[in-house]
């Protein structure tokens, strides 16, 4: 009789937790088809600031969403030219494990520090710091695979038409909208949250 109770009460709770997101208000629909495996991406830049304030966000999604959650570094806001520079560091940063650590480096360095990365030599102190000499780094961003991938980054923001940062679209068809939780008491729990139910559509 309990196991039927609480049968009964999942699916009386079931609607109304699925509508607690709403189309044109948490999300808008911004393509037809979703892609072929379910992911959350967000397109960011290491020169936005609101990118480093939302940066506790993009953390809480790759925790809660390991393998799904993606990080896509675009070059259209290109300080000084820096722009492609620092989405093939990003790259590089990824591909030796270190983009946890290289990110936060470069984002205090940006916006804690107020010393903004404009320069080939700023980069390579950074890498450097990190273990990584400037012709190691210097040779892997200019390496065939991390230019095509940063080009694939661009095409990805450019076939969606993403133009700011930080911009968040879950299975390459529902962007995300951050306004619509204005008044929530948990921003990025139920951030996290409208991620999931997305991934599920």
């Not at 799904?68 to 070059?75: A, E």
């Not at 000499?133 to 200019?142: G, R, V």
């Not at 991390?146 to 679209?169: C, E, H, Q, Y």
Request: proline share 4%; hydrophobic share 45%; net charge negative.
């Amino acid at each position: 009789m309990k196991k039927l109770f609480f049968a009964v009460l999942a699916l009386v709770m079931w609607p109304a937790a699925a509508q607690q997101f709403e189309e044109g208000v948490h999300y808008e629909v911004i393509a037809e088809t979703a892609t072929d495996k379910p992911e959350v991406r967000e397109y960011f830049s290491f020169l936005c600031s609101a990118c480093y304030r939302f940066e506790p966000v993009a953390k809480a999604l790759a925790t809660e969403y390991p393998e799904n959650f993606v990080k896509n570094h675009v070059s259209f806001i290109n300080y000084k030219g820096m722009g492609i520079s620092l989405s093939r560091a990003y790259l590089v940063a990824r591909q030796l494990n270190k983009d946890a650590e290289i990110s936060d480096a470069i984002f205090k360095r940006n916006f804690i520090d107020n010393n903004m990365i404009g320069s080939k030599e700023d980069l390579q102190d950074i890498f450097a710091a990190h273990g990584i000499p400037p012709e190691e780094l210097d040779k892997a961003m200019n390496s065939f695979s991390v230019r095509g991938m940063a080009n694939k980054m661009d095409r990805n923001a450019s076939n969606l038409s993403v133009n700011a940062t930080p911009t968040f679209i879950v299975n390459g068809k529902y962007k995300m909208d951050p306004a619509g939780f204005r008044d929530s008491q948990d921003f990025i729990g139920d951030f996290v949250k409208l991620a999931g139910y997305l991934l599920e559509k």
